[in-house]
């Protein structure tokens, strides 16, 4: 029972720390005030001032398109044979908002923190938006889904930004956010921001947006993202998404003077055939990039272009300086400049973007020398904790609590294990990010795997112990089996807590962004498979003890028994007690004949102190 206990306590502590760690890891990833964030904008100089090659940029983000989609569009196919027919990569991770971000500042995640869906502040780095107010110009927004505003916001006073938590609040529609998120010291980014949730919403304010006159327009649609989280990448509703965005592209753009205005199209990510997002498919990758109109060289292809590319390339067209904190370049090949004009760019972004990666160099540099110390210290921590566990499971083994019965471990043990890894590199696309077909949290989707895992680890210990009739001889098999299934569900938790401590400055790979996750839920799941299975042993125990038939049925026994001693010490052949005790842990139906009490639970203790 004891044993029972402190499992079950070691247990829990060692599920709520590792589901935590678990459910929070995405949050850990994001980085509200990355490097660059903290270093002036690197700008061009004002003289001379450089060529504006285009009056109006429309940029257009079609959420989620892959870029063999892209090629079944029949406008876009219009738009790539007038003007330019190239593509681009999504970066790392590929998701949303931290693709967004990369469009719009010219910053990939890895050094913009926002690094998955969840970021919770607002975007510091200088970005197209800033570039072209600075510029005298206005920047219009409309999108059908998705709050982009909210990424890019800025203080009133900028000597005291506001303390916001998480701007993300307001959607949860509590009373506190709502005040808040009136009164805040902050503002938009966009001149003209419109988020149009509703049925023709979209449309309306496309066209009313580009009937004015804001020289930069960001158009952002998500219906084929949409459609691809919902039924997968090669499905034909997904084909079906991407018409329905090309009719409405021909709708809202067809209208506009391409000798006046140049079209830039892209998407934030692809989408991986069964549906998803976030690691390093090729399909996940390799999104669309078409330029059409004003100030571009038709037919010219750009080789190795990124989505940080994006927007220093429209900040040329637009003859302003691109975002300070820019890690891209602009595709100058794409641009009708003069050789003059094309070389001072190419200059002018290696300087800045050396600088910028200079930047998050010196910061990864800084963080991995902090890594190394709590390293250093968190692997103190882990021997002197494995030594205890280690000495307690010893002690407790000794006094008998738990039992190690090697053909009951190989049946108990492994079975959480298999269906656990195996569901998740079977139905998880090999480790990956992009293993959540919905849009949600890695660990929501872990649950559900470790959940199937804990049912069969549950029926796997039954069948394990089946043939242990013994009630404590049960409890300490049971014992046993969570014992070594604890340890090594923690081992993997242990490392990852040492090896890989945050904050994480540099983003860890697609298959460590799933295995770090993956191993803190198994340990929560596979603690709650072991709670329920000691506490339904617990259980079963203690009702057999305070059973009153077993209770009157142990005293009958002990009575003969007492009878049998007090015959054979007469005799003078009282056999020594001890040996006769440690036997019993021996056989696989230990004492079954020497007290007679087994079947219903009496241990043999329990009978000579009834006695
Ligand atoms: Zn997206």
């Known amino acids: 029972m004891v044993a029972a206990v402190l499992l079950l ?82 970066q790392y991770p590929t998701y949303s908002k931290p693709n967004y971000v990369n469009i719009l500042t010219g910053v990939p995640p890895m050094a913009s ?42 203080p009133r006073e900028p000597e005291r930004p506001p303390e916001i938590e998480d701007v993300n609040a307001i959607e949860e529609g509590t009373t506190e956010a709502a005040g808040e998120a009136l009164t805040a010291e902050l503002r938009g980014d966009f001149d003209d921001a419109r988020y149009t949730p509703w049925p023709g919403g979209f449309r309306d304010a496309a066209e009313e947006l580009l009937a004015g006159g804001d020289q930069l327009v960001i158009l952002h649609i998500a219906l084929v993202d949409v459609a691809g989280h919902a039924y997968g990448g090669d499905s034909d509703e997904y084909r079906a998404a991407a018409d329905t965005t090309d009719r409405v592209l021909r709708t809202v753009l067809s209208k506009l003077d391409l000798g006046h ?113 709590k390293r250093a210290l968190r692997l103190g921590v882990l021997i002197a904790g494995t030594a205890l566990t280690l000495l307690v499971a010893a002690w407790l083994r000794r006094r008998g609590g738990i039992r190690l019965y090697w053909q009951s471990l190989a049946v108990g043990v492994p079975a959480f294990f298999f269906v656990y890894y195996t569901l998740l590199g079977t139905l998880g696309q090999r480790f990956s990010p992009s293993l959540l077909p919905a849009r949600g949290h890695i660990a929501t989707e872990l649950v559900k795997y470790g959940a199937a895992a804990t049912a069969v680890q549950i029926a796997a210990g039954w069948w394990a112990m089946r043939r242990k009739l013994e009630l404590p001889d049960r409890l300490a098999t049971a014992n046993g089996i969570a014992l070594v299934g604890l340890l090594i569900a923690l081992t993997p938790v242990a490392l990852v807590w040492t090896l890989f401590p945050g904050p994480y400055v540099e983003v860890p790979g697609p298959r460590l962004l799933v295995l770090i996750p993956a191993v803190q839920v198994s340990v929560a799941c596979y603690a709650v498979g072991v709670a329920l299975t000691l506490a339904v042993e617990v259980v079963v125990f203690f009702s057999r003890a305070v059973d009153p038939r077993v209770r009157a ?52 203790s329990g009978a000579s102190s009834s006695s």
């Open 553 to 604: 049925l142990r005293l009958e026994k002990a009575l003969a028994r007492a009878r049998v001693l007090a015959e054979l010490a007469e005799r003078g052949e009282l056999p020594k007690r001890r040996s006769r005790r440690r036997g019993r842990g021996d056989g696989a139906a230990p004492g079954a004949s020497a007290d007679g009490a087994s079947a219903d639970g009496a241990s043999s």
């Open 261 to 373: 205005t140049t079209l830039v199209i892209t998407a934030d990510h692809g989408h991986t055939n069964r549906g998803g997002h976030g690691g390093l498919e090729p399909e996940v990758l390799r999104v669309p990039l078409i330029l059409a109109g004003q100030g571009i060289v038709p037919g010219a292809t750009a080789s190795g272009a990124l989505l940080q590319d994006i927007s220093p390339t429209v900040a040329r067209l637009l003859g302003f300086s691109p975002p300070g904190h820019a890690l891209g370049r602009a595709l100058v090949e794409l641009m009708a400049l003069d050789d003059e004009a094309r070389g001072r760019f190419v200059a002018l972004d290696t300087t800045r973007s050396a600088r910028n990666a200079a930047v998050v160099a010196a910061a990864i540099h800084r963080s991995r020398q902090a890594r190394l110390e």
């Open 9 to 90: 306590v070691a247990g829990g502590v060692a599920a709520v720390f590792a589901a935590r760690s678990g459910s929070e890891f995405m949050y850990d990833l994001e980085q509200t005030h990355p490097a660059l964030s903290r270093v002036a904008p690197a700008l061009d100089p004002t003289t001379p001032p450089p060529p504006r090659l285009s009056q109006r940029v429309v940029l257009v983000i079609v959420d989620g398109l892959r870029y063999d989609t892209s090629r079944e569009m029949p406008y876009l196919a219009e738009l790539r044979a007038g003007g330019i027919d190239t593509e681009a990569r999504s």
């Open 113 to 154: 923190g926002v690094r998955t869906n969840r970021f919770p502040g607002y975007v510091v780095l200088d970005t197209l938006m800033d570039r072209a107010r600075a510029a005298g110009m206005r920047t219009g927004f409309v999108s059908d889904n998705d709050p982009m505003p909210r990424l890019f916001l800025r």
